[in-house]
T-cell receptor, first 111, second 111 residues
């Protein structure tokens, strides 16, 4: 079954804790993206990667980190430096046709 | 000026109505355009691409007006299941494939 998986579906973070959101794809797409969506707001780009072992900051990268060691995987770490992490986090891939495909998302909540 | 602008709505229409949304973009060199649909607490999903010659898929018609720098989405014979947020997406071109998302237009179709 092809597609994009994100886990967990819900994640709770304690103050001062780093948490990692998983994103895996088997679409063989080179580019992968992380977005944050706040209630009633649009998507804001956190980080993106257009090829393995390379990634770039998006518009709101502060307090986040990523890695791209494999084509299939693009995990996002929300660090303790991110003071307002509560949001819906979406991972997307992009193939050669420019269309983006999204995973089901992870909801991060702060305890 | 925001790069991609949409009227947030909500557009509240009865079943069977025809409704249209516009989305304006600021970069005249933008090369690709899409409409996505996002249901409440779900990920965005591609609804349709927008071609220079227009694009029709059943009850949905998308059009591009390069001179005035906007794209439109027309929904005919609205169904209750059309209730969602519709996101406009623009690819800037010029070697960049990073999409810019509008904040979305909310549609509510009522009986």
């Amino acid at each position: 079954d092809g597609g994009i998986t994100q886990s967990p579906k819900y994640l709770f973070r304690k103050e001062g804790q780093n948490v990692t959101l998983s994103c895996e794809q088997n679409l063989n797409h080179d580019a992968m993206y992380w977005y944050r969506q706040d209630p009633g707001q649009g998507l804001r780009l956190i980080y993106y990667s257009q090829i393995v072992n390379d990634f770039q900051k998006g518009d709101i990268a502060e307090g986040y980190s990523v890695s791209r060691e494999k084509k299939e995987s693009f995990p996002l770490t929300v660090t303790s430096a991110q003071k307002n992490p509560t949001a819906f986090y979406l991972c997307a891939t992009q193939g050669s046709g420019e269309t983006q495909y999204f995973g089901p998302g992870t909801r991060l909540l702060v305890l | 000026r925001k790069e991609v602008e949409q009227d947030p709505g909500p557009f509240n229409v009865p079943e069977g109505a025809t409704v249209a949304f516009n989305c304006t973009y600021s970069n005249s060199a933008s090369q690709s355009f899409f409409w996505y649909r996002q249901d409440c607490r779900k990920e965005p999903k591609l609804l349709m691409s927008v071609y220079s010659s227009g694009n029709e898929d059943g009850r949905f018609t998308a059009q591009l007006n390069r001179a005035s720098q906007y794209i439109s989405l027309l929904i005919r014979d609205s169904k209750l299941s059309d209730s969602a947020t519709y996101l406009c997406v623009v690819i800037p071109g010029g070697g960049s494939y990073i999409p810019t998302f509008g904040r979305g237009t909310s549609l509510i179709v009522h009986p």
